[in-house]
């Protein structure tokens, strides 16, 4: 089955930077639009960002737009999310997902594949 793993999450203060990353396996990664997503406790899913196949065309929730920059490496599998000046809202399960579809769509419901999550918390 296809794998997607996140890694880099933690317990980082408000304010640093922080980078996670997504490996995908069993999967043509380059034929694939990738997005991140994130869910705090108690609040629906959300989109943070997308990236085409090409990673030429990159798509920003505005919450984080101009802090959080997404890119893909198609030669070793993985998406990435560079995360600089964090807040505490930021705290929540980050999930990256495959779409083959799109080209970068800000709807869960449209992507086929999902990791389980790297927990990101942001103190104060």
Known sequence: QVQLVESGGG????GVSLRLSCAAS??????????WFRQAPRKEREFVAA?????RST??????????TISRDNGKNTVYLQMNSVKPDDTAVYYCAADLRGGGRQEANAYDYWGQG?????SS
């Open 11 to 14: 317990l980082v203060q408000a």
């Open 26 to 35: 069993r999967l043509t990664f380059s034929a694939y639009a990738m997005g």
């Open 51 to 55: 990236i085409s196949w090409s990673g």
């Open 59 to 68: 798509y920003y929730a505005d919450s984080v737009k101009g802090r959080f």
């Open 118 to 122: 790297t927990q990101v918390t942001v």
